[in-house]
């Protein structure tokens, strides 16, 4: 008989404990998951939403406004405006990721901002193409960052990857060591992309080039031979060997124009005619988010959080503000 009550008595409170967790309760001993914080430096309305001030390069001056306000000029700046929903949300959560980690870890260039719309130090920004889908995919993200052991991650993106990513230390001369929220990652990139952004070619006078090469770091004569040194995982160059020396692919590729050499995914490389001619996949470093990528995940179905740990492994969305 004591053994039957005792049975009862421990499934009865089984049951409790398991009806406990199904309600969302935290059982016995868990914790929540520690969220990141917004860095001391901004201020935060009454609402807790960070307050910016923005360098707005066109208008040459500094504008103080909120974080969502920011992220709906970001975002029309990084996407199109009729991509779909779930993209646009991907983006969204990435722009809210990436300036929360620029205020924290670094300054901006002009003086007394937090952050630009100038390209070379952060991200694009368009107000004038900010439409009710970018609005409704920032306000139904309004919050949500990414966050990786309680920390900020670096929310790395590009244009098209080419069909596979790649690591920091190859494709952006990181110098500390690769974050374990980073790999080589397939990327499904919609066959909608432009077909300039798929494959594409370029060339650059050798002049143009060894001049792009000193400013790499390499001085060098007028390019005789040039090759494809080392590789990633993803097939990325990360070095370029010209004249028998190797150059960092990702620095000249900055140097000669990311516009113009559009990845250091390169199929091909070689001197005709007294010029450098390259062929190759892709558009942008290759890191994190392929932005063609989360259009054909979207496109497929994915949600926006699904992309996003599609491209991170490990994190979580969290929100930090309502």
């Known amino acids: 008989m004591r053994k039957r009550y005792f049975l009862l008595v421990i499934l009865l409170l089984a049951a409790l404990l398991t009806g406990c967790i199904r309600a969302g309760e935290d059982a016995p001993g868990t914790t929540e998951s520690v969220k990141p914080r917004v860095p001391e430096d901004l201020r935060t309305d009454d609402s807790g939403v960070p307050i910016l001030k ?3 390069v066109e208008d ?10 920011y992220v709906m000029g970001v975002l029309a700046g990084e996407m199109k405006n009729d ?3 779930e993209a646009l949300k991907a983006q969204a959560i990435l722009a809210r990721t990436f300036v929360l980690k ?5 300054d901006s260039q002009y003086g007394g901002a937090d952050i630009s719309t100038d390209v070379s130090e952060a991200q694009a920004y368009s107000a004038e193409d900010i439409n009710d ?11 949500l960052v990414m966050s990786y052991e309680g920390e900020l991650p670096q929310a790395w993106f590009h244009a098209h ?38 494959h594409w070619k370029a ?3 050798a002049e143009a080039f060894q001049k792009a090469c000193a400013d790499a770091g390499l001085s060098t004569g007028l390019p005789e031979t040039v090759e494809i040194g080392e590789k990633g995982d993803s097939g990325r160059a990360k070095t370029l060997i010209v004249n028998g020396e190797a150059v960092s692919a990702p620095s000249l590729r900055l140097q000669l124009g990311a516009n113009a050499m559009k990845s250091t995914l390169l199929d091909s490389v070689a001197v005709k005619d007294g010029k450098v001619v390259m062929e190759g996949r892709g558009f942008g470093h290759g890191v994190g988010l392929s932005q063609w990528g989360a259009y054909g995940m979207a496109e497929e179905g994915a949600t926006a959080e699904e992309i996003v740990r599609h491209y ?4 979580e969305i969290v929100r930090l503000w309502e």
Do not use: C, H
């Open 60 to 69: 040459d001056s500094i504008a103080e406004m909120d974080m969502e306000t």
């Open 203 to 205: 060339s650059f006078d």
């Open 83 to 85: 991509w779909p929903e």
């Open 161 to 198: 990857a080419g069909g596979r990513t790649e690591l920091p230390s190859v494709a952006l001369e990181y110098k500390e060591e690769d974050p374990p929220y980073l790999a080589v990652t397939d990327s499904p990139d919609s066959e909608d992309a432009p077909e300039d952004v798929q």
């Open 133 to 143: 889908n970018v609005r409704a995919a920032v306000e139904e993200t309004r919050g």
């Open 102 to 106: 620029f205020v924290e870890t670094k």
């Open 312 to 315: 991170f492994q490990d994190v």
């Open 54 to 56: 923005v360098y707005d």
